[in-house]
C-alpha cells in the first residue's frame, strides 16, 4: 500500500528544455556573418591592391619599353649623318635613321615657322623671345634681313652662320640645313636657317651640343611614343629632362598645374621609381614617376598618371554583388533560425505532450495497481465489522460497538486517501495504545 501511495504521489519531472537555444543559435549566426564580412572586407581591399599593382606594372612596363625605345632611337641618331635629299638610303636600318632626321628637321622647321610668325606680327615681346629660348632647348636664335644683315640676337652669332646667309641672299636660297655636322672642327654649332615669308629676312636657329641632344632626346621620346602607343586609361604622360624641359608630352600633367596634390608633391621627391594614388579635380588616378639615362649623359624623368575610373567601377561592382551576397546570406541564416526555432517548438510540444500522456499512463497504471491493494483492505475492516455484528447478543455491546466505530474509521480513511490519490497526500504517523490495538484484535478473534 505504502509501495503504491508512492508511485501515485510522484510528480513527474520538469522537461530537460529545448535541445536548441534560439538565443544560442542567434549568437551563432551572428558570429558567422560577422566572419563572412570581415572576409569579404579582406577580399576587397586584396583585389583592390591586386589591381593597381597590375595597372602599376602595366605602367612601369610601358616607361621601360618608351625609354628602351628612346634609347636605341638615340643610338640610331647618333650614326645619322647629313639628310640624303635624294632620298638614296637602303631599306631596315637606315629608313628608320632618314624616318628620325626627316621627323628632327621638320619639328624644327615648324618652330622656325612659328618664330617667323610670331615675330612678323609683333605679338612675340622680348620677354616671351627669351622664354622662347630657354623652353625649347635653343642655344641661339637670330633674326637677319632680306639683305644678310644682322638685326636680333640672343648670342653673337659665328662668322660661318653669317656667311652661309650670305650665300643664301646671293643664291637665292630658302632654307638651309647643317644640323647632324658641326660647323668645324672647333665647334660644335649647328644651325637652320629659313628665309621668312615675303623676302623679310632670315629666321636663325642656332644649336650647341646640349641644345642639340635636347631636341635628339625629344624627337627619340617622340618616335618611341608613336611606335610603342600609349595606354588606354593614360590621362597625363610627361618626360622632361633634368633642367625641367619638357621632351614630350600628352594630356594636362599635374606638373603644369598651380595646385599639386600632396602625394604627387612627395613622389616627385623619392629618388628611383616611385608610386601612389593621387586625386586631382575630382577624378582618382594612379600616378607613376620613373627615372633613367640614356647615352651621352642624358637624366630624364618619366611622369605617367592613369585614370582609375574603370579600375574604382570593376571594384564597385564587386562590392555590390558582394553585398548582395552577403544580404541574401544573411536572409538565408535569418530564415534558417525562424524555421529551425519553428520547428523545434513544435518538436518541444509534442514531447511536452507525450510527457503528459505518459505521466497519465503511469498514475492509471498505479491507480490499477492501488484498486487491488484498495479492496483488500477494505475486505479486512468488513470482516471485523461482520464479526463484530454476529456477537452484538453477548455482554460486550459497549466495545464491540467502539470496534466497528473503529473499522468504519478505518473504511473513511481508505477512501479518503484512494480519492486523495491525485493530490499525492503524503502518510501521517501518531502515536496510539499498543495495548488497546491487541485488546481490539483480541476481541474480534475472540469467538
Same mark, same amino acid.
Given at each position: 500500500?505504502?509501495?503504491?501511495?508512492?508511485?501515485?504521489?510522484?510528480?513527474?519531472?520538469?522537461?530537460?528544455?529545448?535541445?536548441?537555444?534560439?538565443?544560442?543559435? &542567434?549568437?551563432v549566426?551572428?558570429v558567422?556573418? +560577422?566572419?563572412?564580412?570581415?572576409?569579404?572586407?579582406?577580399?576587397?581591399?586584396?583585389?583592390?591592391?591586386?589591381?593597381?599593382?597590375?595597372?602599376?606594372?602595366r605602367?612601369?612596363?610601358?616607361?621601360?619599353?618608351?625609354?628602351?625605345?628612346?634609347?636605341?632611337?638615340?643610338?640610331?641618331?647618333?650614326?645619322?649623318?647629313?639628310?640624303?635629299?635624294?632620298?638614296?638610303?637602303?631599306?631596315?636600318?637606315e629608313?628608320?635613321?632618314?624616318?628620325?632626321?626627316?621627323?628632327?628637321?621638320?619639328?624644327i622647321?615648324?618652330?622656325?615657322?612659328?618664330?617667323d610668325?610670331?615675330?612678323?606680327?609683333?605679338?612675340?615681346?622680348?620677354?616671351?623671345?627669351?622664354?622662347?629660348?630657354?623652353?625649347?632647348?635653343?642655344?641661339?636664335?637670330? =633674326?637677319?634681313?632680306?639683305?644678310?644683315?644682322?638685326?636680333?640676337?640672343?648670342?653673337?652669332?659665328?662668322?660661318?652662320?653669317?656667311?652661309?646667309?650670305?650665300?643664301?641672299?646671293?643664291?637665292?636660297?630658302?632654307?638651309?640645313?647643317?644640323?647632324?655636322?658641326?660647323?668645324?672642327?672647333?665647334?660644335?654649332?649647328?644651325?637652320?636657317?629659313?628665309?621668312?615669308?615675303?623676302?623679310?629676312?632670315?629666321?636663325?636657329?642656332?644649336?650647341?651640343?646640349?641644345?642639340?641632344?635636347f631636341?635628339?632626346?625629344?624627337?627619340?621620346?617622340?618616335?618611341?611614343?608613336?611606335?610603342?602607343?600609349?595606354?588606354?586609361?593614360?590621362?597625363?604622360?610627361?618626360?622632361?629632362?633634368?633642367?625641367?624641359?619638357?621632351?614630350?608630352?600628352?594630356?594636362?600633367?599635374?606638373?603644369?598645374?598651380?595646385?599639386?596634390?600632396?602625394?604627387?608633391?612627395?613622389?616627385?621627391?623619392q629618388?628611383?621609381?616611385?608610386s601612389?594614388?593621387?586625386?586631382?579635380s575630382?577624378?582618382?588616378?594612379?600616378?607613376?614617376?620613373?627615372?633613367?639615362?640614356?647615352?651621352?649623359?642624358?637624366?630624364?624623368?618619366a611622369?605617367?598618371?592613369?585614370?582609375?575610373?574603370?579600375?574604382?567601377?570593376?571594384?564597385?561592382?564587386?562590392?555590390?554583388?558582394?553585398?548582395?551576397?552577403?544580404? =541574401?546570406?544573411?536572409?538565408?541564416a535569418?530564415?534558417?533560425?525562424?524555421?529551425?526555432y519553428?520547428?523545434?517548438n513544435?518538436?518541444?510540444?509534442?514531447?511536452?505532450?507525450?510527457?503528459?500522456?505518459?505521466?497519465?499512463?503511469e498514475?492509471?497504471? &498505479?491507480?490499477?495497481?492501488? +484498486?487491488?491493494?484498495?479492496?483488500?483492505?477494505?475486505?479486512?475492516?468488513?470482516?471485523?465489522?461482520?464479526? &463484530?455484528?454476529q456477537?452484538?447478543?453477548?455482554?460486550?455491546?459497549?466495545?464491540?460497538s467502539?470496534?466497528?466505530?473503529?473499522?468504519?474509521?478505518?473504511?473513511?480513511?481508505?477512501?479518503?486517501?484512494?480519492?486523495?490519490?491525485?493530490?499525492?497526500?503524503?502518510?501521517?504517523?501518531?502515536?496510539?495504545?499498543?495495548?488497546?490495538?491487541?485488546?481490539?484484535?483480541?476481541?474480534?478473534?475472540?469467538?
Open positions: 500500500m505504502k509501495k503504491e501511495r508512492e508511485l501515485s504521489t510522484k510528480k513527474p519531472g520538469r522537461s530537460r528544455g529545448p535541445f536548441l537555444q534560439p538565443l544560442a543559435l &542567434a549568437g549566426c551572428f558567422f556573418v +560577422a566572419l563572412l564580412l570581415t572576409m569579404a572586407a579582406m577580399d576587397f581591399r586584396t583585389l583592390d591592391k591586386t589591381l593597381v599593382e597590375y595597372m602599376e606594372k605602367g612601369f612596363d610601358f616607361i621601360r619599353t618608351v625609354q628602351q625605345a628612346t634609347g636605341f632611337n638615340l643610338q640610331q641618331m647618333n650614326n645619322i649623318q647629313e639628310l640624303d635629299i635624294g632620298g638614296t638610303g637602303s631599306t631596315g636600318f629608313d628608320q635613321r632618314l624616318s628620325l632626321q626627316e621627323s628632327m628637321v621638320m619639328a622647321l615648324q618652330l622656325a615657322q612659328r618664330i610668325h610670331e615675330t612678323g606680327d609683333g605679338t612675340l615681346s622680348h620677354e616671351k623671345w627669351a622664354s622662347l629660348i630657354s623652353r625649347q632647348g635653343l642655344w641661339n636664335l637670330a =633674326l637677319f634681313d632680306d639683305q644678310g644683315a644682322l638685326t636680333l640676337q640672343k648670342r653673337s652669332v659665328p662668322n660661318t652662320i653669317q656667311n652661309a646667309i650670305s650665300t643664301m641672299v646671293r643664291d637665292h636660297e630658302d632654307l638651309k640645313i647643317q644640323l647632324f655636322e658641326a660647323l668645324n672642327k672647333h665647334s660644335s654649332s649647328r644651325f637652320l636657317a629659313l628665309r621668312r615669308k615675303n623676302n623679310k629676312g632670315f629666321v636663325v636657329l642656332v644649336f650647341d651640343h646640349k641644345s642639340f641632344l631636341w635628339k632626346l625629344r624627337t627619340a621620346a617622340e618616335m618611341a611614343v608613336d611606335a610603342v602607343g600609349m595606354p588606354s586609361n593614360t590621362d597625363c604622360f610627361l618626360i622632361g629632362d633634368g633642367a625641367g624641359r619638357t621632351l614630350f608630352q600628352s594630356g594636362l600633367c599635374l606638373e603644369q598645374s598651380n595646385e599639386k596634390p600632396s602625394v604627387s608633391v612627395a613622389l616627385e621627391k629618388e628611383g621609381v616611385s601612389g594614388r593621387v586625386v586631382w575630382g577624378r582618382k588616378q594612379l600616378m607613376m614617376i620613373e627615372r633613367f639615362s640614356l647615352d651621352e649623359g642624358a637624366s630624364l624623368i611622369r605617367l598618371r592613369l585614370n582609375t575610373d574603370s579600375l574604382d567601377r570593376m571594384i564597385g561592382k564587386e562590392k555590390r554583388w558582394g553585398m548582395i551576397a552577403m544580404g =541574401l546570406m544573411v536572409f538565408m535569418v530564415l534558417s533560425m525562424w524555421l529551425l519553428r520547428n523545434q513544435r518538436h518541444i510540444a509534442r514531447i511536452q505532450q507525450m510527457e503528459r500522456r505518459l505521466h497519465q499512463a498514475r492509471l497504471s &498505479a491507480m490499477g495497481r492501488l +484498486a487491488s491493494g484498495v479492496a483488500h483492505e477494505i475486505r479486512n475492516p468488513l470482516n471485523a465489522i461482520s464479526m &463484530a455484528c456477537r452484538l447478543n453477548q455482554d460486550n455491546l459497549q466495545q464491540l467502539t470496534v466497528i466505530r473503529n473499522e468504519i474509521r478505518r473504511l473513511n480513511e481508505i477512501v479518503e486517501e484512494f480519492l486523495g490519490l491525485s493530490r499525492g497526500r503524503q502518510l501521517k504517523l501518531e502515536k496510539g495504545d499498543l495495548a488497546d490495538l491487541v485488546r481490539q484484535v483480541g476481541l474480534l478473534m475472540g469467538e
